[in-house]
Each structure stands twice: as C-alpha cells, then as structure tokens.
Nanobody
Framework: EVQFVESGGGLVQAGGSLRLSCAAS????????????IGWFRQAPGKEREGVSC????????YYADSVKGRFTISSDNTKNSVYLQMNSLKPEDTAVYYC???????????????????WGQGTLVTVSS
C-alpha cells in the first residue's frame, strides 16, 4: 500500500498560517500519484473525523469542506508525489490532528471522500491558540 508522511504541523496563533506537506511513496506497479484522490482529514479531541480537502489530478477535481473554504488551499506536485495544504486565517476550531489520506476512488473527491479512504498517514498536530 502507498504510504504517506505528513509534516508542517505546529503551534500557531489564531489568524496565522501553516503549510502542511504530505509525501507519498510505495506506489504499486501501474499506479501513480494522480491515480488517487488525495487530501486531508482532521480529527479534533472528542470530535468525529472531518474531511478537510482533497484533490484528484486525473479528474481535475478539488474539494473543500465548508468549514475551511476560502481559508485553506490544497495543491499537489506530481513530480514530487506530494500534496500540500496551505492554511490561512487559522482559527482555534482548526485545532486537530491532520492526516494525509487517499483513495483510488478518484471520482469520490467531494463531500463523500472521507467514506472512501483506504490509506492515511500518522498525522501531524495543528494547534491554534486564541
């Protein structure tokens, strides 16, 4: 299975910015980065997982949860097998462990993306202070 390693989390004051990075590796023969719908979900203490954003290069689809729309921007670099999440105007409510995740159901990059996830990383903690 493909593996994801997240980085870029940390402590930031409300209104600040962070950029999360996710490096993918271990693709099976015949599969490439753009075969997946790849993105980020987060889980805050005591909360359910929330799909934050995903992108599917092959389908040209990008999705953002309403809670982050206008503040977060997802991007990818196929040459580096990496996906990024630029987080601006951070709020305390954004505090969570952020996980890079993917599914081969590339057309499911949307509101239902979270339900189709097949693999994810260990996560990186984002803490936003008020």
């Amino acid at each position: 299975e493909v593996q994801f390693v997240e980085s870029g989390g940390g402590l930031v004051q409300a209104g600040g910015s962070l950029r999360l990075s996710c490096a993918a590796s271990g693709f099976r023969s015949g599969l490439t980065f753009d075969d997946y719908a790849i993105g980020w979900f987060r889980q805050a203490p005591g909360k359910e997982r929330e799909g934050v954003s995903c992108t599917s290069v092959s389908t040209g689809t990008t999705y953002y949860a309403d809670s982050v729309k206008g503040r977060f921007t997802i991007s990818s670099d196929n040459t580096k097998n990496s996906v990024y999440l630029q987080m601006n105007s951070l709020k305390p409510e954004d505090t969570a462990v952020y996980y890079c995740a993917a599914t081969l159901w590339r057309y499911k990059c949307g509101s239902s993306w979270l339900k189709y996830l097949e693999v994810w990383g260990q996560g990186t903690l984002v803490t936003v202070s008020s």
